[in-house]
């Protein structure tokens, strides 16, 4: 899984899933691109990247801004010279019944959860476009393709990623542009800090897991495209 030579783009890279893919794409060659809003995740997280040889830039972005996000990809291909990969790892997940979703709770995860993927790919597109293509890796989750209690307002988000992502692929094939879907199940990792749902953390995927699958995906060669993964814990098997 040779990426020596690769540009990757992480959202949501300080923490959890970003942060985890952005180190281990770097380990594997990758010169990487860190973008959330907190800055001194991100300088932490670029310190350990450094550690290990590769190029790296952090910026601090609100994925959900177009101006941020123009100023993002600029950024990237001004130092890095180009972009190769996206890992649209950003996100904000509540989990209430449909009765007590507020308003302001569905906009959050509408405006960060679709918006903000649109937003960072339609721009990342437009520079891989020059550059003979790229790999886009979107993460809807298990929520993206299958419903449960409590998410009416997460599901919606999630099956609007995974609804997007089909039809950008259409729109941008023929300019060598590959999306994938990663549908994980659940995820050990801070979504989980501040909800208040009793689940089994230690029974779930842990973000070294949902890392190596993005590996996989963004070092995919050749004429194929990995179109969807089903990542589950074991204790949720088909």
Known sequence: MELTGKVALVTG?????GRAAATLLARNG?????????????????????????????VPTDVTVRAQVLT??????????????????AGI????????LTEDDLD????????????????????MTKTGGGTVINIPGI????AMATAAGYCASKFAVTGMT?????????????FTLLHFGGVDSSFWDNIAMRVQRDKMLSV??????????????????LNEMVLQPESHQI
């Open 143 to 146: 929520l993206g393709r299958s």
């Open 108 to 127: 959050q995860m509408l405006d960060l959860n679709v918006k903000g993927v649109f937003l960072v790919t339609q721009a990342a597109a437009a520079e």
């Open 166 to 178: 089909r039809a950008m692929a259409l729109d941008l094939k023929r300019a060598g542009i590959r």
């Open 208 to 225: 070294d897991d949902a890392a190596r699958a993005i590996l996989f995906a963004a070092s995919q060669t050749g004429t194929g495209v």
């Open 13 to 17: 890279g300080g923490r959890g899933i």
């Open 72 to 89: 993002l990809v600029e950024r990237a291909v001004a130092e890095l010279g180009r972009i190769d990969v996206v890992v649209n790892a």
């Open 30 to 58: 990758a010169d990487i691109v860190l973008a959330s809003r907190t800055a001194s995740e991100l300088e932490a997280v670029a310190a350990d990247i450094r550690a290990l040889g590769r190029r790296v830039i952090a």
């Open 93 to 100: 997940g509540i989990l209430k019944s449909a009765m007590e």
